[in-house]
C-alpha cells in the first residue's frame, strides 16, 4: 500500500519541480527586461537632460531606421518624457507580475516562501 502513495508523492514532486524551474526561468526573462527598461529610461533621461541645455529654437535630428527626421526641441523632448514613462510602467508591470522576486539574485526567497515541517521533526524546533 505504500508503493502507491510512493508514485503519488513522486508525481506530485516532478511536477512541482517542473513548475519551479518555469518560474525561476520566468523570473529570469522579467528580471532581464527590467534591466534593460532602466537602462532605456536613463539614456532618455540623459539625453533629454542635455537637449534642454540647448537653446528653444533649436532643430534637432530624430533617427528614423536608415534616416533622420528634422525636429523641433520641443518634439524630441516629449518623445524622450514618453519613453520613459512608458519604461517606467513596463517595470512596474513587471514587478507587480513577480512581487518580491525580483529584489534578490537566488530568487529562491519567492519560489519556496514555506518550509516543510515532517510532523515529528517539529518537536525539536
Known amino acids: 500500500m505504500a508503493a502507491p502513495v510512493d ?3 513522486k508525481k506530485a514532486f516532478t511536477e512541482l519541480q517542473a513548475k519551479v ?9 522579467a528580471d532581464i527586461q527590467i ?9 532618455a533621461h540623459l539625453t533629454d537632460t542635455e537637449i ?6 533649436t532643430n534637432m535630428y ?9 525636429q523641433s526641441k520641443e518634439v524630441i523632448h516629449n518623445q524622450l518624457l514618453e519613453k520613459q514613462k512608458i ?9 507587480v507580475t513577480f512581487p518580491g522576486c525580483l529584489d534578490s539574485p537566488p530568487w529562491n526567497t519567492c519560489l519556496y516562501p514555506h518550509q516543510i515541517i515532517p510532523s515529528n521533526a ?3 524546533c
Do not use: C, P, W, Y
Open 7 to 9: 508514485l503519488e508523492l
Open 21 to 29: 524551474i518555469d518560474t525561476q526561468q520566468k523570473v529570469k526573462l
Open 35 to 43: 534591466e534593460q527598461l532602466n537602462r532605456t529610461k536613463k539614456h
Open 52 to 57: 534642454m541645455t540647448l537653446v528653444d529654437e
Open 62 to 70: 530624430e533617427g528614423v531606421g536608415r534616416m533622420f527626421i528634422l
Open 87 to 95: 519604461a517606467e510602467e513596463k517595470i512596474k508591470e513587471l514587478e
Open 122 to 124: 517539529s518537536e525539536g
